[in-house]
């Protein structure tokens, strides 16, 4: 049975993959999304010990020394230094690996709760799904960053602690959007005769419900993590993040924060790195739904 | 009317499913006991104090006083301000309202005319200005962005003062760092609901009629296109709400969302339960209304259900 279907689907499965890639180089917005996020990917990633400086290291010679390109500036520190004389380049290279560890983790773990819980509710429907949507409701009724903050509170901070106080959160818009399209894949008549076949349920959830919700995970995702970026600058910023003297991009900004007269660009930079790898992601996401839904390009098109 | 009933019997669902989460964070803040007498308590103290809170009875019971307490909006006394939590929370809110108020009043003022303009002319130089603008709006944060006003117009122009609250021009900064998101998400709207309606066949029919350009946009096609963003509109309240913590932290602000702050960073943990439990009341509360509002516009809901 599945001998005979299997080539089929591969046959099927490669060009089409091969012309969503070509959709998606082809969308400006998306393509300058990837161009921007790449090299900040690259940089967050790079090994310490080849960082300009140390992150941590300051020279006191060199405080609040303002960018190269700036009167005063010196291109041995081609983004200025901070209040202490630390580099902001090498500072926003490595602390975004935090916040880029942060969220995707953080993402990963929404998206491991939020989709069980969708699946379910999508697929059991009755009592499940009554139960797992009052359970999204009652999630977003929350302000969000009081709640996190409250948490971080009481329970303290730490890299662990902040991935799962900003991923348990984020299950209930996994939650819902894949409850959404479990609804529509579940009503499809190849799961129909699936199941009138008599396949077993788990297979019947793994081989043909979960495949075909990769679609509206992989935009979810792509958006989430730039929520979340967002969400964990403004808890660092707020001092309950990541904490000095490990550097965030949110801690940079509220470490500038007290120099704004002085050295402006000490604050402004960081916030720089969180708002294009955001428009970035916000760009993907958007590239990523023209090419792998097409119903939705028909809606963007309009939105 | 049985849609509405079936709304609120699933608000009050979700309004005890808040109170357990805010009750569990009050368990989470440990033994209020050791708070209260200081680690060197001896044990008998300690045990009659237990009794006297009933932090001896089962954790059902302790949950039931909980919620019998809030519905009475009794939170409990501030532990710095020695003061009732929910009255703290009830004098900072006026701040808050006003602010989130300005935001959503600058955010239809600009996002609505912006997103309705855009899409009378889809793929135009403005359209693309506009939806480039949005996504920029949508990706900064609001933090950030306040503190790059306060360096711009603060710091540096020193046209606007950067903190406190009582002046007109006080609000001006606050208000536009908060409402830039907002506006950004209610031009989009804006435009894809009005993109939208011109293509339906009731706007052709009243184009063919003759009717001028303007009478079928502003007659016809605007009021069918503001039914969502009204929702929209409603359903930001709560990432305003988030976004007025932030705001009010940055611009010493004095409204709730820096009271929870304070409160945290103090550990004042009453205080901190008010406004994440009233808080989330509201949110829930101004959904409701919004679906309310929505059955009232759109007759075709009460139909469709």
């Given at each position: 049975m599945s001998a005979t279907v299997l080539p089929r689907q591969v046959a099927v499965a490669v060009p089409r993959r091969r012309r969503a890639v070509r959709a998606f180089l082809r969308d400006r917005m998306a393509v300058a999304g990837l161009v921007l996020l790449v090299p900040v990917v690259v940089a967050a990633l790079w090994p310490v010990a080849w960082l300009p400086h140390p992150p941590a290291w300051s020279d006191l010679d060199a405080r609040l020394v303002p960018p190269?390109?700036?009167?005063?500036?010196?291109w041995a520190h081609p983004l200025g230094t901070d209040n202490l004389g630390r580099d902001i380049l090498s500072r926003m290279m490595y602390g975004g690996r935090f916040s880029l560890f942060v969220a995707l983790s953080a993402v990963t773990l929404a998206a491991l709760i939020g989709v069980t819980a969708g699946v379910v509710a999508g697929y059991r429907g009755g009592l499940a799904d009554v139960i797992v949507m009052r359970l999204v409701d009652v999630q977003l009724a929350f302000p969000l960053i009081l709640l996190v903050i409250a948490i971080i509170a009481v329970l303290g901070t730490s890299l662990p602690m902040l991935i799962v106080v900003l991923g348990v959160p984020a299950w209930a818009h996994y939650a819902r959007i894949i409850r959404g399209s479990t609804l529509v894949v579940v009503a499809a008549q190849y799961v129909e005769a699936a199941r009138a076949l008599g396949g077993r349920e788990s297979r019947l959830i793994f081989r043909h419900v979960l495949p075909n919700l990769a679609t509206p995970m992989v935009i979810l995702t792509t958006f989430e993590i730039a929520r979340l970026l967002l969400l964990e600058s403004a808890v660092s910023f707020l001092g309950l993040g990541i904490q000095p003297p490990t550097p965030s991009w949110g801690t940079m900004i509220a470490d500038g924060r007290n120099h704004i007269y002085e050295g402006w660009w000490v604050s402004t930079i960081p916030g720089m790195g969180i708002f294009l790898v955001v428009l970035a992601l916000n760009f993907i996401g958007d590239g990523l739904r023209d090419v792998l839904d097409p119903r939705a390009h028909a809606r963007r098109a309009m939105l | 009317m049985r849609f509405l009933l079936r709304r609120f019997a699933q608000l009050l669902v979700v309004l005890l499913g808040v109170s357990v989460v805010v009750f569990g964070l009050v368990r989470l803040t440990g033994d209020p006991v050791v708070i209260l007498l200081g680690e060197a308590a001896t044990a008998e103290a300690v045990a009659e104090m237990r009794a006297e809170l009933g932090l001896d009875r089962p954790i059902y019971v302790q949950y039931a006083r909980f919620l019998g307490r809030a519905l009475r909006g009794d939170f409990g006394l501030s532990l710095r301000y020695r003061q009732s939590a929910l009255s703290l929370f009830v004098e900072r809110l006026p701040a808050t309202l006003e602010l989130t108020a300005a935001a959503l009043l600058l955010a239809l003022a600009i996002g609505l005319p912006v997103g309705v303009v855009a899409a009378l002319r889809p793929n135009s130089g403005f359209d693309g200005l506009v939806r480039g603008s949005a996504l920029v709006g949508q990706a900064i944060p609001g933090f950030y962005l306040g503190l790059v006003a306060i360096i711009v117009f603060?710091?540096?122009?020193?046209?606007?003062?950067t903190g406190g609250r009582g002046t007109l021009a006080q609000l001006i900064l606050p208000a536009a760092t908060l409402a830039a998101y907002q506006i950004a998400v209610v031009a989009r709207f804006a435009r894809g609901a009005m993109l939208e309606v011109l293509g339906e066949d009731f706007v052709r029919t009243a184009r063919a009629k003759g009717l001028t350009r303007a009478r079928v946009v502003a007659g016809h096609a605007l009021r069918n296109a503001l039914i969502p963003v009204v929702t929209i509109v409603a359903l930001q309240f709560g990432t305003l709400l988030s976004g007025a913590v932030v705001t009010e932290t940055v611009f010493s602000w004095p409204g709730v969302g820096r009271l929870a702050v304070q409160a945290i960073y103090t550990r004042d943990f009453p205080v901190v339960q008010v406004t994440v439990m009233v808080t989330a009341v509201l949110f829930v509360v101004i959904n409701l209304l919004a679906d309310v509002v929505y059955v009232i516009v759109d007759p075709r809901i009460r139909v469709a259900d």
């Open positions: 190269a390109l700036l009167a005063g500036g010196r | 603060g710091a540096h122009l020193k046209l606007l003062p």
